[in-house]
RNA sequence: GGCGCCGUGCCCAAGUGGUUAAGGGGAAGGUCUGCAAAACCUUUAUCCAGCGGUUCGAAUCCGCUCGGCGCCUCCA
């Protein structure tokens, strides 16, 4: 297995090639995480989903890694509007909205969407990143790397702050292919500012003393600019050259081009030997807007009824690398195929009585060649739609058996647990089982309404039988006869 | 205006030069069952938007046409 080669599409050459680490076995990646004004949607985690997966995939071939994904607490600007020197950034504006209004400064708000983003990142079952560094902790790295630059010449002060020079980097532009011609437009960051060298220079500094997230600078009270802060965090985990770097395709021009520029001017060294970037998600075949009603929190979902990873399912199913078309129907189709997943454990607990522990040799030779190609699948440049075909594949070869041999559910749990560290489509049911808790109706224990129930059917009293069974299944339980007895599962949405 | 993507069965979707075009949902039939549910089995595209070309050979490459979408601006 260590001798797989992992194969994903980079941004920066513009073709599929092998993750090559700087230092062998141990995979050093940033992520591009999100600026916390409000509760993440789908789209959003599809992108840290893809962070996650490579993560996964790393892990299952048996790497070391360092994963570090940012919060961006700070805001910025929401406009190229510097005439208004007291105009609005993003955590301003949703302070000020009626979402807002229950925050009393916009570090409560950063740190309330902060929270709920681990949220449904766990629920949405994500591996932890090594470091999750937030910007306003970062903001002295930031000062000293914008110094620094000032230093070396590639940046220079106005009087409303302090920008990087594109034209001192003859690279700039070599991930997006933009052209500094192609770039007389402002973008994102590109401040309309008379007194910028070229229109294309990006802001490293904001000077602004009313600002209401300030510090204090060599150049006065302000902020920083936006892609200074992944510049800056980046290197203080990762040193100055990364394996990886990933974020939303939309982060391709300006964040990143401009993480490039303003790294590489400062060590001199590559900044990211590869570039992966998330392909946007769709809502029903259109994009997704909060214009146009189709706008989905994580959290929205789960509140409906929606199991996470039910979610989790629907939003990794279509390759990173192409436009997912997020539909309902897609979401419903996913829950019964993670149901699957829970089955194969019931059948496993069922003939051996727990998850056995340290199965690692499976008897099931069909198992352990399908969880091959659910690996080599997702090393082809993470194609889900095909691991997960292997997963489900593997469900059958388990559920195929009515009664599992504990030679067999040893090989099941084996499977299982692949399924589990590669896509993350299943998770142990915890030990201390709120989840599992056996529901009580009408007074009565599920089991105990078993027993009563068999007695019944032995009785052939099926109208009773019948009874039972309607008034759990009212209850949201679901019975299922098998050949070894009765068990029960709680009904999802 | 600049850049790019997609069009595969009823729906979602993998596959991008060569055996029978993955997988999921749905539908139909079956096994099991007192009945149901769950699970399993079987069936469900001679064909990949249309037209033309390259090739011994194309859903996969090239051109055109039609249709849908995205980025370039806050956004993952």
Request: glycine share 8%.
């Amino acid at each position: 297995m260590a001798d797989r080669t992992f194969r994903l599409y980079d941004s920066m050459s513009r073709v599929v090639k092998p993750l090559e680490l700087l230092e062998p076995g141990h995979l050093r990646f940033y992520s591009c995480g999100p600026t916390v004004y409000s509760y993440a949607h789908i789209g959003n985690f599809r992108s840290f989903l893809t962070g996650d997966l490579i993560v996964r995939t790393a892990k299952e071939l048996g790497w070391r890694v360092t994963w570090v994904t940012n919060i961006t607490d700070v805001g910025h600007l929401t406009q190229d509007d510097v005439a208004d020197a007291g105009g609005e950034d993003r955590m301003e504006k949703a302070l000020h909205s009626k979402e807002g209004e229950r925050f009393s400064n916009v570090w409560e708000l950063a740190e309330y969407y902060g929270e709920k983003y681990r949220e449904d990142w766990e629920r949405l079952n994500l591996s932890e990143p090594t470091v999750r560094p937030k910007a306003t902790q970062h903001v002295r790295e930031q000062i000293v790397m914008t110094q620094a630059l000032i230093d070396k010449g590639h940046a220079y002060e106005t009087p409303t702050g302090v920008y990087f020079d594109v034209d001192s980097d003859p690279d700039y532009g070599k991930l997006s292919g933009n052209t500094r011609d192609g770039l007389k437009e402002a973008v994102r960051d590109v401040v309309l500012d008379e007194n910028k060298r070229q229109q294309a220079d990006f802001a490293l500094w904001k000077k602004d003393d009313k600002h209401l997230m300030q510090w204090f600078s060599p150049w006065g009270w302000g902020f920083p600019g936006w892609h200074i802060e992944c510049s800056a965090m980046a290197r203080a985990y990762l040193g100055d050259t990364i394996d990886l770097h990933s974020g939303g395709e939309d982060n391709m021009f300006p964040h990143h081009e401009c993480e490039i520029a303003q790294s590489e001017a400062f060590t001199g060294k590559p900044f990211s030997s590869h570039w992966v970037h998330t392909r946007f998600l769709q809502v029903e075949g259109e994009k997704m807007a909060k214009s146009k009603g189709n706008f989905f929190t994580v959290r929205d979902l789960i509140e409906q009824g929606f199991d996470p990873l039910a979610l989790r399912y629907a939003l990794i199913s279509v390759p990173y690398g192409k436009p997912l078309n997020f539909t309902m129907q897609s979401l419903r189709d996913a829950q019964g195929n993670v149901e699957r997943f829970r089955e194969c454990e019931r059948r496993i607990v069922a003939a051996l009585g727990s998850m056995p522990e340290g199965a690692d040799t499976p008897t099931g030779t069909d198992l352990e060649r399908v969880a091959g190609e659910m690996l080599a699948a997702m090393c082809d440049d993470l194609n889900t739609s095909v691991a997960i075909a292997k997963a489900i594949e593997g469900t059958k070869i388990i559920l195929r058996q009515n009664e599992l041999s504990s030679a067999d559910a040893a090989a099941a749990a084996w499977f299982l647990r692949r399924v589990e560290g590669l896509l993350g489509l299943w998770r142990v049911t915890p030990e201390d089982g709120c989840a599992d808790t056996e529901p009580v109706v009408d007074g009565v224990t599920v089991s105990e309404w078993i027993e009563r129930r068999a007695t019944a059917k032995k009785n052939k009293d099926f109208t009773e039988a019948d009874r039972i069974r309607e008034a759990l299944n009212a209850a949201g339980v679901e019975l299922r006869d098998t050949p070894g007895g009765t068990t029960w599962a709680k009904k999802q949405v």
